[in-house]
C-alpha cells in the first residue's frame, strides 16, 4: 500500500524566508505525486503535479518540488515567503494504475512578519 | 462554472440520526469522490465514483452510503450517526478516473455529532 509521510506538523518561517516542506512517500513504482493547498476554511487547491514528465515541477505561487526517486521524496519550496502562504500544504500519492489518492497529514505553515 | 458544490456548510446531529450531504459538479466529470479530514489525519476517502451507476469503497467506508444516479451528483448518506463521524467532510471531482489527474474539491461540510 502506498503512503505519505510529512516532515513536521507545523513549520513557521519569517516573511521573505525559504519555505521547505517535506514529503517522502512510500510505492513499489514511481507514483504521481501531488502537493495541495488548504487555506482556512476552504477546500484544497492544487499547487503543483508530478506526472514524471520533468522531476523539477513549478506550481501557482511560485511554489516548486522537485521529484528525486533515489530519497523517494518530494519536497515543496519557495524562496521567499508572503504572508499569504500561510495555510495548509498536503502531499498526495496516486498510483499509475488505479485512482485512490493518498494524503499525507497535512504541514501547518505560519509566516511571521 | 460553479464547479464543485456542497450543502449544507454546516451541520450538527444527535447520535443515531441519519442524514444525506449532497455534492454537485457542473464540469461534467467523470470521477466523484468524498473524503473526510480529522486533524492530524490529513484527508482520507470514504467512496469514490468513476461514473454515474459505478461506485466503490475507500479507507473508511463503515457507516457511509453512496449512490450516483447522474453524472452531476454524489450524495453521501449517514445511516445512524456516530460520534466518531464528527468530521469535515469534502467532496472532490476529476475528469476522469486517470490518477495523474487534478481533482477539485469543494467547499466542505463541517459535521458534528452529539
Known amino acids: 500500500a502506498q503512503s505519505v509521510t510529512q516532515l513536521g506538523s507545523h513549520v513557521s518561517v519569517s516573511e521573505g524566508a525559504l519555505v521547505l516542506l517535506r514529503c517522502n512517500y512510500s510505492s513499489s513504482v514511481p507514483p504521481y505525486l501531488f502537493w495541495y493547498v488548504q487555506y482556512p476554511n476552504q477546500g484544497l487547491q492544487l499547487l503543483l503535479k508530478?506526472?514524471?514528465?520533468?522531476?523539477l515541477v513549478k506550481g501557482i505561487n511560485g511554489f516548486e518540488a522537485e521529484f528525486k526517486k533515489s530519497e523517494t521524496s518530494f519536497h515543496l519550496t519557495k524562496p521567499s515567503a508572503h504572508m499569504s502562504d500561510a495555510a495548509e500544504y498536503f502531499c498526495?500519492?496516486?498510483?499509475?494504475?488505479?485512482?485512490?489518492?493518498?494524503f499525507g497529514a497535512g504541514t501547518i505553515l505560519r509566516v511571521k512578519s | 462554472n460553479a464547479g464543485v458544490t456542497q450543502t449544507p456548510k454546516f451541520q450538527v446531529l444527535k447520535t443515531g440520526q441519519s442524514m444525506t450531504l449532497q455534492c454537485a459538479q457542473d464540469m461534467n466529470h467523470e470521477y466523484m469522490s468524498w473524503y473526510r479530514q480529522d486533524p492530524g489525519m490529513g484527508l482520507r476517502l470514504i467512496h469514490y465514483s468513476v461514473g454515474a451507476g459505478i461506485t466503490d469503497q475507500g479507507e473508511v467506508p463503515n457507516g457511509y452510503n453512496v449512490s450516483r444516479s447522474t453524472t452531476e451528483d454524489f450524495p453521501l448518506r449517514l445511516l445512524s450517526a456516530a460520534p466518531s463521524q464528527t468530521s469535515v467532510y469534502f467532496c472532490?471531482?476529476?475528469?476522469?478516473?486517470?490518477?495523474?489527474?487534478?481533482?477539485?474539491f469543494g467547499p466542505g461540510t463541517r459535521l458534528t455529532v452529539l
Open positions: 508530478y506526472t514524471s514528465a520533468a522531476t
Open positions: 472532490a471531482s476529476s475528469e476522469t478516473g486517470g490518477s495523474y489527474n487534478e481533482q477539485f
Open positions: 498526495a500519492v496516486s498510483p499509475q494504475y488505479g485512482n485512490k489518492l493518498v
